[in-house]
């Protein structure tokens, strides 16, 4: 009788002891907060033009607020310069991808995927697509590499963009680039067959 009671409590200390080892990862586990929210998300604006071509821009988007002072800051003419070649974005260059032939403002873009650099002016935007991609921003910019250019006018908005935005319109007809008070349209459109 006395080994059966012994036996008893030794399953009843094991299976507490279990129960306790078990629940103890559980205890131990601790909170893991999200990662913190990126300076500059990474986004993207795609478009099925025909049953054929589908295009997606993949970019970084910086804000007007500087990320480290929160200070606004003067973007064009300033931070992006006028005259020099720009990533179009923050971080990693800017990429353009189409399933099927493409014209951007007139000229052809055969299939592929491109980065896509721009030389903004007050008046008007020099569009750069280039075969060099997976670049970080534009310190490796070979002009060789350029694919096509393209110049399309930069007029400014009544409102003002936080957000550095490409976006395709309704209707998918044109590439929007939307920061500060400036805005640049660039006709797109399947390329047309011959």
Do not use: C
Request: no cysteine; proline share 7%; aromatic share 10%.
């Amino acid at each position: 009788m006395t080994n059966h009671r012994f036996a008893s409590h030794l399953s009843l200390s094991a299976l507490a002891a279990l129960l306790f080892f078990a629940a103890t990862p559980a205890l131990a586990q601790k909170s893991i907060p999200p990662a913190k929210a990126p300076v500059s998300p990474f986004e993207m604006a795609a478009k099925k033009l025909n049953d054929t071509t589908y295009v997606k821009v993949t970019y970084n988007s910086p804000r007007i607020q500087d990320p480290k002072t929160g200070q606004k800051r003067v973007i064009f003419g300033k931070l992006v310069p006028y005259g020099e070649v720009w990533r179009l974005g923050a971080n990693a260059a800017t990429e353009l991808t189409t399933t099927g032939d493409i014209e951007l403002a007139g000229k052809r873009l055969p299939a592929g995927t491109y980065a896509l650099f721009a030389i903004p002016q007050a008046d008007k935007w020099t569009l750069i697509v280039n075969k060099d991609v997976g670049q970080w921003g534009a310190y490796k910019y070979n002009k060789d590499n350029d694919v096509l250019r393209v110049d399309v006018p930069a007029k400014k908005t009544a409102d003002t963009y936080e957000a550095f935005t490409i976006a395709f319109d309704e209707k998918g007809t044109a590439l929007n680039l939307t920061w500060e008070n400036t805005q640049v349209t660039v006709p797109v459109s399947p390329a047309k067959k011959g």
